[in-house]
């Protein structure tokens, strides 16, 4: 009788539970609610959220998010290469959604099948994407409603140099939350299952010019070797602006066409007049190791009316 009563208790409890009281624990143990779980694949993805490191998850999990805009810009690069491999000239075109998606499909030239000791191109194409949401905070955290920037980089065509690439943010009139930036690369290999490295401000490839909170900040990720089936970058920031009429948020990814140092990656400022309106080199030597890829932006005009 004692034992049936004790059964009829506990399904009473479980029956009472609000259903995000169960915790998920994900490939790096970290310990979250269905309802968070959810709420944060929404936006990021359930690659992402499935390996979010704790310190990541730390930052995202009291917030509510709304998507308020999105911009992409679809990318083919084509590399002339030398006898050697090494890149001597580099053409890129902005192409259409459909012409991105079948890229794949297509009959590429590559190094491979252009034969060796001479002159080849190599194409690749890829998306960049510039997200906005509006970010608010849980009313028992006591944090600020903020707006979240994630810009995210996607490869159709996966590239042939597998080097040190920056994703970065430039902001102008506009106030980061301190110690809420942060990455991901993210990649698949055949037969092999799929990677995320995790990034925040103690991560190596970390680097923000000015300070943590002050006109922007870069995050350097060395691509993967291998037979990749999937590869993606994405970077994060929440911030405010400081003028409603007139701020910007810019994004850009650059790849390296050849191999460089993570030490080298991190020697330039945040400018306007630099690689993809962001990154400004110190050295042009190391400005031309990368595609110069346009970048993609939101101003105050992109949440009027």
Known sequence: MKKYFLMAIITAIMLFLPSNAFALTNNNNVEMTEEQYNKLVEIYGKLSVDNMSQEIFDMEKNYTYKRLNTKTVYVKTKYKMDSLGRVIDIQQNEITQEEYENSDKLNIQTRANCGLYKECWETNSKKLTIEAF????????????????????????????????????????????????????????????????????????????????????????????????????????????????????????????????????????ISSDGLGGVIKFRNETFASTYDGMQGVAFGSSDFIG
């Open 134 to 269: 509006a970010a608010n905070p849980d009313p028992n955290d006591g944090g600020a409603t903020a707006n979240l920037y994630l810009l995210t980089n996607t490869w159709k065509v996966m590239p042939k140099v597998r080097s040190n690439d920056i994703m970065a943010f430039r902001y102008y009139n506009w106030q980061p939350i301190p110690d809420s930036a942060w990455g991901q690369l993210m990649y698949g290999v055949n037969n092999g299952g799929y990677t995320v490295y995790n990034f925040d401000k103690n991560s190596s490839g970390y680097y923000a010019p000015y300070g943590d909170n002050i006109g922007g900040f870069g995050i350097t990720m060395k691509l993967p070797e291998g037979n990749l089936i999937f590869l993606s970058n994405q970077i994060s920031i929440k911030g405010n602006p400081t003028n409603l009429r007139v701020h910007s948020v810019y994004g850009t990814y650059q790849h390296a066409t050849k191999n460089i140092e993570e030490a080298i990656t991190k020697q330039y400022i």
